[in-house]
């Protein structure tokens, strides 16, 4: 599902062009949207898409970087007896 979007670019004071912008929805979103709009009749897919993408503009969820530390190999095999002991029971119905 391909979904257009037409955007106002202001060139100077008193002018305005506009330019067209499209965008793929993720496939596992396509059902979710469509059963939202359907909950909603009053909004549109593009005033939907508006509204999402003003709310992401002005409360942008920024990424903080995370501080590593290196495992002693001790620690790793810890973490792994302990992650295999925690879910035995679906890498058994993996196999």
Same mark, same amino acid.
């Given at each position: 599902?391909?979904?257009?979007?037409?955007?106002?670019?202001?060139?100077?004071?008193?002018?305005? $062009?506009?330019?067209?912008?499209?965008?793929?929805?993720?496939?596992?979103?396509?059902?979710?949207?469509?059963?939202?709009?359907?909950?909603?009749?009053?909004?549109?897919?593009? $005033?939907?898409?508006?509204?999402?993408?003003?709310?992401?503009?002005?409360? =942008?969820?920024?990424?903080? =970087?995370?501080?590593?530390?290196?495992? $002693?190999?001790?620690?790793?095999?810890?973490?792994?007896?302990?992650?295999?002991?925690?879910?035995?029971?679906?890498?058994?119905?993996?196999?």
């Amino acid at each position: 599902m391909c979904m257009g979007v037409s955007m106002l670019l202001k060139k100077g004071s008193a002018s305005h $062009t506009t330019t067209n912008k499209s965008f793929r929805l993720d496939h596992m979103l396509v059902s979710s949207v469509e059963t939202w709009l359907e909950k909603n009749p009053g909004i549109n897919f593009s $005033t939907l898409a508006n509204l999402a993408i003003r709310d992401f503009i002005t409360h =942008p969820q920024i990424m903080e =970087p995370v501080e590593t530390v290196a495992a $002693t190999d001790k620690e790793i095999k810890g973490s792994i007896r302990i992650n295999l002991r925690k879910h035995r029971d679906a890498i058994d119905r993996l196999k």
